[in-house]
């Protein structure tokens, strides 16, 4: 059964995460940083620093939320980048935030559903995803579409979170997904189910090997898998032939 935020709710996955990134839209960037320790910064700056080389003129980043790895992909020099989330709550503070840094002309943001993406086949140069695929309802599915609309040669880049596997850090992680992070997150975004869905979340993705089984399956090559801080957040990159 699919890990959804709300439990009393009989709305399917993609909904109740809309509505739950509707909910704490306002808050999501202060938490993410603030929560992370600003950790989170440096991984969307490693993910990025690996499409150097491929100079991606047109980008799609999926599950932009509020633009941030959007934003930090801006450094690659692209002609236009396009963000698509299910959330509009999101968006809108996205595209403030695009407003107030004078970026509204490089990067566009939409609403999208990122399991059956609005763009044609063989669109993007690359592709971009930001503690995204977690949250997708179909994970294969969703995969799939993403290569259906990369094109031949481009390049896919995930930043998701992953699961420690050693002493003691898996033991600190734990403790502070399942304890301390569900605590702050409802003091500040008044929605403690947000931050009681993240850690369980993480928990159900398959992570490490086993999405780059799935990566594989929906037809990317030369794979590849990057563990950041101990195994905290991963990178997997993949690539259209």
Known sequence: MAVVPYKDQNDN????????????????????????????????KKAISLLAPEKPKLMLDIATGTADFAIEALSLKPDKIVGVDISEGMLAVGRQKLQRKGL???IELRYGDSESLPFADNTFDAITVAFGVRNFENLKQGLADMHRVLKPGGTAVVLEFSKPQSFPMKQLYQFYF???LPVVGKFVSKDRAAYTYLPESVQAFPDGKEFLRIFEEVGFKTTKWHSLTFGISSIYTGKKL
């Open 104 to 106: 509204a002309d490089k």
């Open 178 to 180: 399942k304890n301390i």
């Open 13 to 44: 996955k993609k909904s109740q995460v809309a509505q739950m990134f509707d909910n704490i839209a306002g808050k999501y960037d202060f938490l993410n940083h603030f929560l992370s320790a600003g950790i989170d910064i440096i991984w969307r």
